[in-house]
Nanobody
Framework: QVQLVESGGGLAQAGDSLTLSCVAS????????LAWFRQVPGKEREFVAA????????YYTDSVKDRFTISRDKAKRTVYLHMNSLKPEDTAVYFC??????????????????WGQGTQVTVFS
């Protein structure tokens, strides 16, 4: 059974940096695309970033481009989300997800079968 466990969330001031980690059980990183989504109460889960399962190409939502970086370490079975220049609007619960979406749907949460429990990120001004 695949499990994803996030860590690294917390409280940050606007402009600060945080790095989220997601450790995967099993060899999920080899055959799966990994992604980060986020959600605030009352809103739908939003795509943040993804790393494609084969060549490792990365994808980002526009609001985090040039600020966030997704990366993976296969040896550690870990995917990271490096978040720089944080803004209050980045406040959300961040979820790690793994799956085999088709490329055109890499930003669609329905393409990801496995989810972590989420980690809270709160950014204050």
């Amino acid at each position: 059974q695949v499990q994803l466990v996030e860590s690294g969330g917390g409280l940050a001031q606007a402009g600060d940096s945080l790095t989220l980690s997601c450790v995967a059980s099993g060899d999920i990183l080899s055959g799966y695309s990994l992604a980060w989504f986020r959600q605030v109460p009352g809103k739908e889960r939003e795509f943040v970033a993804a790393i494609w399962r084969n060549e490792g190409r990365t994808y980002y939502t526009d609001s985090v481009k040039d600020r966030f970086t997704i990366s993976r370490d296969k040896a550690k079975r870990t995917v990271y989300l490096h978040m720089n220049s944080l803004k209050p609007e980045d406040t959300a619960v961040y979820f790690c997800a793994g799956g085999v979406p088709i490329l055109s749907a890499v930003r669609d949460s329905r393409g990801y079968r496995h989810w972590g429990q989420g980690t809270q990120v709160t950014v204050f001004s």
